[in-house]
């Protein structure tokens, strides 16, 4: 007897495991809907709880845009300031300039890691009076706080040979997001919605606000790594919670209002941004808002169809009597019958005669698991297609999410319109998904969202030339086809590249490789002039355009330049005063502002003229070195 008790015990508690199907229907859910309506006033309540938590996911993922800003930097020049004294907006001061640094090399600006030896103000300008002109590297730094006036990047100084630890502090949070999306997904299942909600809330909110007090950035990595993996766990638990709730004429534009509510969170932190300054404030600010969401315990109901699923029926009626009242509707009686005896708790043998009459067995019912999935052929097709799609989309996002901030100078400006960007997408998306269909809109979204990434490489950055992976005679012409042989030749001659062209195996004919790859720095602003020159428009516009150039070279170009603008309106932007020299007029810009106008000679006859400290300052580095 006490055998044959437990073998029925077992049995009950095996039916509690998996309901069947003869039960699940005795409180349909997606009946239930119809009459108390897949959108009322009980689930608007539950979407703006959902939407507005949603947000607060978006201070989590966006967070690091600020927190881990890399600030424009230069070396600390210690026999010419201080880090004490130096409280410029800007990094730059009267006394220095890039001037006072190497020339920059091919990887660009050399004066946020390497300074020059035995340096001196001469004339109020920090120059170097040593024969270094390579530089030696440098341990202090000073950073332009015009955007934060203190980053974890500037705090630990993690730039120039620690550069590779700010990658690594962003990448924390992706790790954490695989590791979320795996684990919280199959909690909230176990366990429920609402419980894996609080857990997650918990987390974030802890690591969040427990990063602002990071002593080091391996403890912010770690606690990056547990915010990633929480964050991502509520906001898939928050889209669970929605879908569920409302009726499935309503599902898709729920997602898509959430997404919307995501992308003004992530404004948000822009906005945050403009007032707080310095990145404990801004992560307390990010992160602290999440023990908040804790009240959800009270405010948010477990999902009736979660509830149902696991054979707690009782449970799913009162809140489908909840949502009755709030919506004033009814339900019919029979449609909230919760078991098979009337008793309010399951009557499995009753259970039992109903799986004989439908065929369905409790002992073959799946379970959904995600090894059922991968045993059915089309579903593991399309399962491994969404997760390509997930991994591109995610990688796109996120990356460009990361580097939007340095398409101008104005950084917050850049991020605003970066996430703005995505509110009129969303909006779109609802109706076009309706017109073309789910699998139609995913094609061609991916389609030229990859089209405009590829697109994207082949925009110039900054001044650099764009150049053709073709010949160099090719690259020359390009200023103007319609030219003749023996006028490129004459501008290659004019640009002073002519001589090495006829110098290699191949002459005009050889490959520059992709983007220049196979040309100097000076060779590629050559190519440039020369362009210049073929083109003979009416005004000419020089952007340092021999910052690159040694100076014998610099005197060549600028006398076949004289040749070349005369008759033409030339404007040249250089911080090589000997570029212009002969200007008619020269025009001073100090901290942004116009600090004096006039030309070469009258400038250097005045005694307190920038641009005569300028001057002497560039000379006696020359004659230094």
Excluded at 234 to 261: H, P
Aim: proline share 3%.
């Amino acid at each position: 007897m006490q055998a044959d008790s437990e073998v029925k015990a077992n049995s009950l508690e095996n039916k509690r495991d998996i309901l069947p199907e003869s039960a699940k229907k005795l409180l349909d859910y997606d009946t239930v809907l119809q009459y108390i309506g897949g959108f009322g006033p009980f689930q608007f309540r539950i979407c703006i709880l959902i939407w507005l938590a949603a947000m607060y996911c978006a201070a989590g993922v966006m967070s690091f845009s600020f927190t881990g800003a890399v600030l424009e930097h230069r070396c600390l020049l210690p026999e010419c300031e201080s880090a004490e004294t130096n409280d410029s907006r800007s990094i730059w001061t009267d006394a220095i300039n890039e001037s006072s640094y190497p020339l920059p090399l091919k990887a660009g600006k050399t004066y946020r890691c390497l300074k020059y030896t035995n340096l001196s103000l001469v004339e109020g300008f920090c120059t170097s009076r040593g024969d270094n002109k390579d530089g030696v590297k440098c341990n202090e730094w000073v950073y332009d706080d015009s955007v934060l006036k203190i980053s974890i990047v500037s705090e630990f100084n993690l730039v120039c040979e620690k550069a590779w630890i700010e990658p690594v502090l962003a990448s924390a949070y992706m790790i954490g997001m695989v590791f979320g999306s795996i684990s919280f997904g199959a909690i909230a299942d176990k366990i429920g919605r609402l419980k894996t909600f609080i857990i997650v809330v918990a987390i974030a909110a802890i690591a969040q606000t427990a990063a602002a007090f990071s002593v080091n950035p391996e403890m912010f990595f770690v606690l990056r790594f547990f915010a990633g993996a929480s964050i991502i766990g509520l906001y898939q638990i928050l889209n669970v919670l929605g879908t569920e709730f409302v009726g499935s004429e309503f599902r898709l534009k729920f997602g898509f209002i959430q997404n919307i509510f995501f992308a003004i969170g992530s404004c948000s932190l822009g906005i945050v941004a403009i007032f707080v300054k310095d990145w404990r404030t801004l992560q307390l600010i990010y992160g602290a808002p999440g023990f908040l969401l804790l009240s959800y315990w009270w405010l948010l109901p477990e999902s009736c169809r979660w509830l149902i699923n696991q054979g707690r029926l009782e449970e799913a009626k009162k809140i489908v009597e909840m949502a009755c009242r709030v919506n004033k509707k009814t339900v019919p009686q029979h449609l909230l019958c919760t078991s098979l005896d009337g008793t309010g708790a399951l009557d499995y043998d009753a259970v039992d005669k109903n799986e004989a009459k439908s065929g369905v067995s409790s002992k073959t019912a799946t379970t959904g698991s995600m090894l059922e999935v991968l045993k059915n052929r089309i579903l593991r097709k399309r399962t491994f297609l969404m997760f390509f799609v997930w991994f591109s989309v995610s990688m796109s996002f996120y990356g460009l999410s990361m580097v939007l901030t340095d398409l101008s100078d104005n950084y917050i400006l850049n991020y605003e319109l970066a996430m703005l960007v995505e509110i009129p997408s969303h909006i779109t998306s609802i109706f076009l998904v309706g017109i073309l269909g789910r699998r139609t809109m995913m094609f061609g979204s991916t389609l030229v969202g990859g089209i405009g990434c590829l697109a994207a490489g082949f925009v110039p950055s900054g001044r650099d030339t764009v150049l053709f992976h073709n010949t160099i005679y090719y690259n020359l012409a390009y200023g103007n086809f319609k030219a003749s042989p023996e006028e490129v030749f004459a501008a290659a001659r004019m640009a002073g590249i002519h001589d090495s062209v006829i110098s290699w195996p191949k002459g005009y004919d050889t490959e520059v490789g992709e983007r220049g790859l196979k040309l100097s720095g000076g060779e590629k602003q050559r190519v440039s002039i020369a362009r210049a020159i073929l083109k003979s428009s009416p005004i000419l516009i020089f952007d340092e355009a021999t910052s690159s150039l040694d100076s014998i070279t610099e005197n060549t170009i600028m006398d076949a330049l004289k040749v070349a603008t005369s008759g033409r309106t030339s404007i040249c932007i250089a911080h090589r005063l000997s570029t212009v020299v002969d200007a008619d007029e020269i025009l001073v810009l100090d901290k942004g502002h116009l600090a004096e106008k006039g030309n070469h000679r009258e400038l250097l006859s005045r005694p307190d003229s920038v641009y005569r400290k300028l001057w002497n300052a560039q000379h006696q580095a020359a004659l230094s070195s």
